[in-house]
């Protein structure tokens, strides 16, 4: 007979702790969401891809909805974490913008877009965090339009560009050119430049 376990450690079958079990969740959960779209998310098929109970999964969360707004918000933080802001002055503004651009809308980001509008009440508990428009987009171009004003800072954008209106065009082409698939680095590198053509000094 298996010991009882505490709330920080759950047994699978084969008598293995599962330490980290939320990211094992999230992991989990990103590799359904990407291979079957949002429709296919369950607890079920979370729990089974993760390969514990699936009363797992309700020990650490309310219930689903809850468990997907702390999926997509965890999401989010590692977007934060591609590095943009940091990379103002180094390499190239176009550079620094398809690579940024790339990582997000490459990764799980954009289909969390679906998951969000696919989701009536995950859509609900997310606007305590996004009063207005959709999580990934929404961030994106905050985070963007925070890079373009450090560059302007330092003088390789100019001063008199609205960085917020140009991140938001950013933000929307690169989302309608990966919706139908994701283009190589040339092709979001040519999304970039003609953007910010009337932006960008030339270096």
């Known amino acids: ?7 920080l450690e759950f047994w699978v079958p084969t008598g293995v702790a599962i330490r980290d ?9 990103e590799r359904v969401l990407l291979r079957a779209g949002p429709s296919a998310l369950t607890s079920r098929t979370v729990t089974a891809e993760a390969g514990v109970a699936k009363g797992v999964l309700h020990r650490h969360f309310a219930d689903f909805d809850a468990f997907l707004a702390d999926f997509v918000l965890d999401r989010l933080e590692r977007m934060d974490a591609t590095g943009l802001r940091d990379s103002a002055g180094t390499g190239t503004v176009a550079g620094n913008l398809t690579d940024a651009l790339t990582a997000v809308f490459g990764s799980v980001a954009l289909a969390i877009v679906p998951l969000v509008t696919f989701r009536d009440e995950l859509r609900a508990r997310l606007r305590h965090a996004w009063p207005a428009g959709i999580p990934v987009l929404t961030d994106a171009a905050v985070m963007i339009g925070e890079y373009l004003a450090a560059e302007q800072d330092l003088g390789r954008i100019p001063g008199e560009a609205d960085a917020d209106t140009l991140a938001a065009m950013l933000i929307g082409t690169a989302h309608l050119r990966f919706a139908g698939g994701a283009p190589d680095a040339a092709a979001v590198r040519t999304v970039v430049t003609t953007v910010l053509a009337q932006a960008l000094k030339e270096r």
């Open 1 to 7: 007979m298996r010991p009882l376990v505490n709330h």
């Open 21 to 29: 079990v939320r990211q094992q969740l999230f992991d989990a959960a």
